[in-house]
């Protein structure tokens, strides 16, 4: 599975910014789609996710700013940032993986967001 991002960018703070990625190759079985972000110096965290059966997670501390969606038929996941903060500055990694298997992921997205 090849996966790609989009929709990256530099956003004032307050602003909202919506990510996208696109799945090709052997998508039969991406049971998972989400997406991961790393900031300068921390580790890579789960940000969000949304399962073929449309069950979703969102880390607690963004929800209300933070939701996510899913085309199965696109094969694409979606993310759309609002009130995004300063905080909210890191590469943005979407993944999908199957049931069982490894994960693929996508090269990731800059999002920078300006106080």
């Known amino acids: 599975v090849q996966l790609v991002e989009s929709g990256g960018g530099l956003v004032q703070a307050g602003g909202s910014l919506g990510l996208s990625c696109a799945a090709a190759?052997?998508?039969?079985?991406?049971?998972?789609m989400g997406w991961y972000r790393q900031a300068p110096g921390k580790q890579r965290e789960l940000v969000a996710q949304?399962?073929?059966?449309?069950?979703?997670f969102i880390a607690e501390y963004l929800k209300g700013r933070f939701t996510i969606s899913r085309d199965n038929a696109k094969n694409t996941v979606y993310l759309q940032m609002n009130s995004l903060e300063p905080e909210d500055t890191a590469v943005y990694y979407c993944?999908?993986?199957?049931?069982?298997?490894?994960?693929?992921w996508g090269p990731g997205t800059q999002v920078t967001v300006s106080s």
């Open positions: 190759g052997s998508t039969e079985n991406m049971y998972a």
């Open positions: 993944y999908s993986r199957p049931r069982i298997g490894s994960t693929n």
């Open positions: 949304v399962t073929s059966e449309g069950r979703i």
